[in-house]
């Protein structure tokens, strides 16, 4: 990478970061394009040049969002494979909880408040979550092979633990560290219940009506 390319991504990440610094505090609605050059200690043309608008580094947000989660995917199935203890779908939850806790501005751009909340975000984020519960499938088909346990509708089960994970680790945000603990634990164990509802699915017990 050049100079000036690295300069340009250099600029970029301070606005990227300044814009999540000030996001987490107040929402992006109520943020300016100047109060975030400010932020970011950039000249407004400066600022103009990397981005067009509000809807335009919320955009850059979403992907910045995306980058992370599938990060995250990454990493969880790398412990999986140091730890040896099998268990993909624990690890992925215990990333899933640090990424909250390590990234909280980025998390909570992620449970909602981005660029303006328009439309472009919201379908931008919608898109990098479907992709990220597309992750979590795969870890949950693979994870039933390894227990030999089949497991029915992996699909719908994946949605219900993002679903989970987001609404419970938004909780756990604001909480000491000490009692975050407690929060990984109650996933873990709503988790456990997607888990068994599952596999006993998969082998024909409460299985859903037929029209």
């Known amino acids: 990478m050049s100079s000036r ?7 970029r990440r301070a606005i990227v970061d300044a814009a ?7 929402g992006f609605a109520s943020v300016s394009l100047r109060a975030i050059a400010k932020e970011a ?13 509000l809807d335009d580094l919320g955009l850059a947000l979403a992907d910045q969002v995306g980058l992370s989660l599938r990060q995250l995917v990454r990493q969880a199935r790398r412990r999986v494979l140091d730890a040896g203890d099998g268990s993909v779908v624990r690890n992925s939850i215990q990333m899933f909880m ?19 909340a328009s439309p472009a975000f919201r379908r931008a984020i919608q898109l990098e979550v479907k992709r990220f519960t597309s992750d979590l499938v795969e870890d949950l088909i693979r994870e039933a092979e390894t227990s030999r346990r089949p497991i029915a509708h992996p699909e719908l089960a994946a949605e219900a633990m993002v679903t989970i994970a987001f609404n419970l680790g938004a909780n756990a945000l604001d909480l000491p560290s000490d009692q975050r603990l407690a929060v990984l634990e109650r996933i873990v164990a709503e988790v456990r219940i997607i888990m068994r509802g599952a596999e ?7 299985s859903p009506a037929k029209d």
């Not at 390319?5 to 600029?11: G, L, M, P, V």
């Not at 999540?20 to 107040?26: D, G, K, Q, T």
């Not at 006993?200 to 409460?206: D, I, L, R, V």
């Open 200 to 206: 006993a699915m998969a082998a024909g017990w409460g």
């Open 20 to 26: 999540l610094r000030l996001s987490s505090a107040r």
């Open 41 to 53: 200690n950039i000249a407004p043309n400066a600022f103009y040049r990397h981005f067009k608008d």
């Open 5 to 11: 390319a690295a300069q340009k991504e250099q600029t």
């Open 98 to 116: 640090e990424f909250a806790e390590n990234d909280s501005d980025l998390f909570r751009l992620l449970l909602g408040g981005g660029a303006g």
